[in-house]
């Protein structure tokens, strides 16, 4: 199977996000590319590739509100955790938070 190249245009957009801190796998499943193709196309546009270890686990605001919405979207925790790159766990903290949240506002 042949592989896909990824634009000049896409590979900036990438390594914007990736100096934003996203995941490989996350912008990989923005952008329909594997793993491997966003790497090399991050390593091209002169940026080092983190070591995985130090991924924080903690989301930003927008993360968090990207997971929410997400979710009241129908998909699946799991999902979510896989695009975000994060566990299920932290997942399920941050929609418990927001059920918790959204209940207190409503009272």
Same mark, same amino acid.
């Given at each position: 199977?042949? @592989?896909?190249?990824?634009?000049?245009?896409?590979?900036?957009?990438?390594? @914007?996000?990736?100096?934003?801190?996203?995941?490989?796998?996350?912008?990989?499943?923005?952008?329909?590319?594997?793993?491997?193709?966003?790497?090399?196309?991050?390593?091209?546009?002169?940026?080092?590739?983190?070591?995985?270890?130090?991924?924080?686990?903690?989301?930003?605001?927008?993360?968090?509100?990207?997971?929410?919405?997400?979710?009241?979207?129908?998909?699946?925790?799991?999902?979510?955790?896989?695009?975000?790159?994060?566990?299920?766990?932290?997942? @399920?903290?941050?929609?418990?938070?927001?059920?918790?949240?959204?209940?207190?506002?409503?009272?």
């Amino acid at each position: 199977m042949p @592989q896909r190249t990824v634009s000049v245009d896409v590979a900036e957009q990438m390594a @914007q996000l990736y100096r934003e801190g996203e995941s490989l796998d996350a912008i990989g499943q923005r952008f329909n590319f594997s793993r491997p193709a966003v790497r090399r196309a991050v390593v091209r546009g002169g940026l080092a590739i983190r070591p995985s270890c130090t991924k924080p686990h903690k989301l930003s605001d927008r993360e968090k509100a990207e997971a929410i919405e997400a979710s009241r979207g129908g998909e699946s925790g799991v999902s979510i955790a896989r695009r975000l790159g994060v566990s299920t766990s932290n997942i @399920q903290r941050i929609l418990q938070q927001s059920r918790s949240s959204d209940a207190t506002h409503r009272a």
